[in-house]
C-alpha cells in the first residue's frame, strides 16, 4: 500500500522577507539528500530521502547516489501561506 506524503514550504516569517516568487526545493544527490526522520509504529525511527525515478516521486530509506540534484518548484509563495511543492509516495510495510 502506498501512502502519498505532501510536501509544504513557506517564506521564512522574517521580517526582511515579505513574498517570494517561488521555492526551488532540491533532493534526490549526494550533495542535497533531503533527508528526514520517520518513525512509523511499531518501527523505530529511520532516516527517509526523497527521491525520483522515471514514473513516479518516493520515499525511501536508501540515500541518494546521484551527482546532479533534482527540484521541484512552488507555486508563488507569501509568509501566510502553505504552498505544496510536490507529494512522494511511501510503501507502508
Known amino acids: 500500500?502506498?501512502?502519498d506524503i505532501p510536501d509544504m514550504t513557506r517564506v521564512t516569517t522574517s521580517p526582511a522577507c515579505t513574498n517570494g516568487s517561488g521555492l526551488h526545493l532540491y533532493y534526490d544527490a549526494v550533495s542535497r539528500?533531503?533527508?528526514?526522520?520517520?518513525?512509523?509504529a511499531p518501527n523505530p525511527m529511520r532516516d527517509y530521502f526523497l527521491?525520483?525515478?522515471s514514473s513516479a516521486d518516493l520515499l525511501t530509506d536508501t540515500s541518494p547516489t546521484a551527482t546532479d540534484a533534482k527540484y521541484k518548484d512552488s507555486p508563488s509563495v507569501s509568509r501566510t501561506t502553505y504552498k505544496e511543492i510536490g507529494t512522494w509516495s511511501l510503501a507502508v510495510e
Open 1 to 3: 500500500m502506498l501512502e
Open 33 to 40: 539528500p533531503s533527508r528526514f526522520g520517520m518513525e512509523i
Open 51 to 53: 527521491r525520483s525515478d
